[in-house]
Nanobody, 124 residues
Framework: QVQLTESGGGLVQAGGSLRLSCAAS????????MGWFRQAPGKEREFVAA????????YYADSVKGRFTLSRDNAKNTVYLQMNSLKPEDTAAYYC?????????????????WGQGTQVTVSS
């Protein structure tokens, strides 16, 4: 079991920045590859960003590429999502998740553990 806790959401104006954090506890952090998803009201949960299984590379959705950056601090069992140049369409609840080896990074079904989510609201 791994427990995930997100923080860092809030209200920001368009063009602003936020950094989301996801702290993991329980089983060894390195046993999982981490990802971020988001869900806007009335929409399905969608992929945002994820580490490869090795942690040496990252994947990003086209909609956030060049604006969002994924990073991690293994000593703190924490991953971060730095979000710059935010747009109103980035408004959503953001969730971090952990997937086991061999699971697809882009699909919610690949992730066995989820945080409770943190709300990001971008005003125009």
């Amino acid at each position: 079991q791994v427990q995930l806790t997100e923080s860092g959401g809030g209200l920001v104006q368009a063009g602003g920045s936020l950094r989301l954090s996801c702290a993991a506890s329980g089983r060894t952090f390195s046993n999982y590859a981490m990802g971020w998803f988001r869900q806007a009201p009335g929409k399905e949960r969608e992929f945002v960003a994820a580490f490869t299984w090795s942690g040496g590379s990252t994947y990003y959705a086209d909609s956030v590429k060049g604006r969002f950056t994924l990073s991690r601090d293994n000593a703190k069992n924490t991953v971060y999502l730095q979000m710059n140049s935010l747009k109103p369409e980035d408004t959503a609840a953001y969730y971090c998740a952990a997937r086991s080896y061999g699971k697809p990074y882009f699909n919610t079904a690949g992730y066995g553990y989820w945080g409770q989510g943190t709300q990001v609201t971008v005003s125009s």
